[in-house]
C-alpha cells in the first residue's frame, strides 16, 4: 500500500505563494493519477486539482484555476501544488492523493482517489 508524506505547507500573507509537496515513501506514483484535496475547518473534504497518470493533463476546481498548479515528477516518485496569490479562503489542510486504478483514465473526479496522505497546513492571513 503507497504511504504519501505531503510537506510546504506554512503560514503565508494574502497574495503570498507556497509549494507543496507528496512523495511516496512506499510504493509508486508511476501509472497513477494524483491530486490534492483541501479541507478547511468545518467543512467537507474539497477536490482541488488532478493530473493524469501519462500526459499530464490536468484539472482545477474553477475557484484555484489561475492561481494553482499541478505538476509532477514520476522519476522522484513526487507531485507538487504551486499556489500563487493565495486568499485567506485558501486556508485548510492540504492531502495528496493516488488514483485508486492502475493507467486509469480518470483524474478530474473525486472519485478516482484512493488513497490519501496525513496533510500539511496552509494558513493565508488576510
Known amino acids: 500500500q503507497v504511504i504519501l508524506v505531503e510537506s510546504g505547507g506554512g503560514l503565508v500573507q494574502t497574495g503570498g505563494s507556497l509549494r507543496l509537496s507528496c512523495a511516496a515513501s512506499?510504493?509508486?506514483?508511476?501509472?497513477?493519477?494524483m491530486g490534492w484535496f483541501r479541507q478547511a475547518p468545518g467543512q467537507e473534504r474539497e477536490f482541488v486539482a488532478g493530473?493524469?497518470?501519462?500526459?499530464?493533463?490536468?484539472y482545477y476546481e474553477d475557484s484555484v484555476k489561475g492561481r494553482f498548479t499541478i505538476s509532477r515528477d514520476n522519476a522522484r516518485n513526487t507531485v507538487y501544488l504551486q499556489m500563487d496569490s493565495l486568499k485567506p479562503e485558501d486556508t485548510a489542510v492540504y492531502y495528496c492523493?493516488?488514483?485508486?486504478?492502475?493507467?486509469?483514465?480518470?483524474?478530474?473526479?473525486?472519485?478516482?482517489?484512493?488513497?490519501w496522505g496525513q496533510g500539511t497546513q496552509v494558513i493565508v492571513s488576510s
Open positions: 493530473i493524469r497518470w501519462n500526459d499530464g493533463r490536468a
Open positions: 512506499r510504493g509508486t506514483f508511476t501509472g497513477y493519477s
Open positions: 492523493a493516488r488514483g485508486r486504478f492502475f493507467r486509469s483514465a480518470e483524474y478530474d473526479t473525486p472519485n478516482a482517489y484512493g488513497y
